[in-house]
């Protein structure tokens, strides 16, 4: 049982509770997301020096602002291009070109 009032949520998350938080149903799609570097774990140890994966939910929140488009920022958008959470695109190779046409 948490000590928090229920209406505040915990501002570090387990993977678990992470991918709940965010949406995901599927932890393998959770984790791939944290592969490809779209959802950033928080380095943290334990009070027995046990390292473990934790998830701030203000930078969860962030990437999820990012690639709703409700920033500028385009790392989030180069990530997502580099290499989708579905491996639809191909690392290096990416549908949408920056580049002007050729004449």
């Given at each position: 049982?948490?000590?928090?009032?229920?209406?505040?949520?915990?501002?570090?998350?387990?993977?678990?509770?992470?991918?709940?938080?965010?949406?995901?149903?599927?932890?393998?799609?959770?984790?791939?997301?944290?592969?490809?570097?779209?959802?950033?774990?928080i380095?943290?140890?334990?009070?027995?020096?046990?390292?473990k994966?934790?998830?701030?939910?203000?930078?969860?929140?962030?990437?999820?602002?990012?690639?709703?488009?409700?920033?500028?920022?385009?790392?989030?958008?180069?990530?997502?291009?580099?290499?989708?959470?579905?491996?639809?695109?191909?690392?290096?190779?990416?549908?949408?070109?920056?580049?002007?046409?050729?004449?």
């Amino acid at each position: 049982m948490s000590a928090l009032p229920a209406n505040i949520p915990p501002r570090c998350m387990s993977e678990e509770q992470a991918c709940e938080y965010v949406g995901l149903t599927n932890q393998n799609t959770f984790q791939k997301a944290v592969d490809a570097g779209i959802f950033c774990p928080i380095p943290y140890r334990d009070r027995a020096g046990i390292r473990k994966k934790v998830f701030d939910r203000k930078v969860l929140d962030k990437a999820l602002d990012e690639m709703g488009g409700l920033t500028n920022d385009d790392d989030m958008a180069k990530r997502l291009l580099r290499g989708s959470i579905n491996g639809r695109a191909q690392r290096g190779k990416t549908a949408v070109s920056n580049r002007a046409p050729q004449h």
